[in-house]
């Protein structure tokens, strides 16, 4: 069911990434370059984990498993550029100061600086859950795949995704309540809520991943096409 399920949704962020290529194609918009390589990342990390069990625990699938997280510790932040990008392509004049960009900018280097000791400090472990067969940093004693497995504790908590999931979340609220475009919100609210216990038990905090960075993706279509509607009018 659950490999099934992760299949899936990397058939969905595949989606997602070629929504991405045809905004950029149509548009030139350097945010949505930007975002090729974390919803790559978003496709990448459901895809091994959905074959994990048809591969089977080894060397293999462990270095397969790595690029899943080194995509995510230096890029899953770049929402945030993609917001202060949406916040230009709304119209706020107060977004349109270079000094606005830069501050979104900054905050996702700094959640990339946080992130990159992982790249030294941490293993990857198998770790066997529902029919899922997968590596990952931590091992709850529920995830045992052979008896002598010990408990690898969790880093704590993501402070870079809760930071990210929070400015989309305010974001997306700023345009929900001036532009009337809730999906940004919808999908980053949606994304806390099933990163929290119970939900997350059942991994639909990778279902939430879709809903965030689906939120951001058509929110950059949604106000690239108003953008170049307003400026087709001022021709």
């Known amino acids: 069911m ?60 462990k270095a ?33 100061h270079k000094g606005v960009m830069v501050a979104f900018c900054a905050l996702t280097a700094s959640l990339m600086v946080l992130d990159l000791p992982y790249f030294w400090t941490t293993n990857l472990y198998p770790v066997c859950e529902f029919d899922l067969v997968r590596y990952s940093v931590q091992v709850p004693a529920r995830m045992f795949c052979f008896p002598d497995q010990v408990v690898v504790p969790g880093q704590g908590a993501p402070i870079a995704s809760v930071i990210t999931c929070l400015v989309v979340i305010g974001t997306g609220f700023v345009v929900m309540v001036k532009r009337r475009f809730p999906w940004m919100f919808a999908g980053g609210l949606l994304m806390l809520i099933s990163a929290m216990p119970p939900l997350s038990a059942w991994k639909l905090d990778n279902f939430g ?4 960075a689906g939120g951001c993706i058509w929110g950059i279509a949604h106000f690239a096409g108003a953008r170049k509607s307003w400026l087709a009018r001022q021709a």
């Open 64 to 96: 397969i498993s790595w690029p899943r997280f080194w995509i995510h510790w230096l890029f899953g932040a770049w929402l945030i550029i993609a917001c202060g990008a949406i916040l230009r392509l709304a119209g706020f004049a107060w977004a349109q």
């Open 2 to 61: 659950f490999t099934t399920l992760f299949l899936i949704q990397a058939g969905v962020q595949l989606l997602l990434l070629f929504w991405l290529v045809h905004i950029y194609k149509a548009t030139g918009l350097a945010v949505a370059l930007a975002l090729f390589i974390p919803q790559f990342g978003l496709f990448y990390d459901n895809f091994i984990v959905g074959i994990g069990r048809f591969v089977g625990i080894g060397d293999f699938l």
């Open 209 to 212: 991943e879709i809903l965030i």
